[in-house]
């Protein structure tokens, strides 16, 4: 059950949140709020894969 909840934010996030990496955003120039949603990205992305 974990495991999907976390899949289904993935694909929110997919289609919802900016993609950082198309954009090129330098992350050691990233604001906070930019670093914060990075974070989030990894954070599902991790659970969703184990």
Do not use: E
């Not at 289609?15 to 914060?36: E, G, I, N, Y």
Request: charge should be positive; hydrophobic fraction near 45%.
């Amino acid at each position: 059950m974990k495991k999907q909840l976390f899949k289904t934010l993935a694909k929110l996030n997919r289609t919802l949140l900016p993609s950082f990496t198309k954009k090129r955003v330098d992350l050691a120039k990233a604001s906070k709020l930019q670093m914060a949603l990075f974070g989030y990205k990894l954070w599902v992305t991790k659970n969703a894969l184990d």
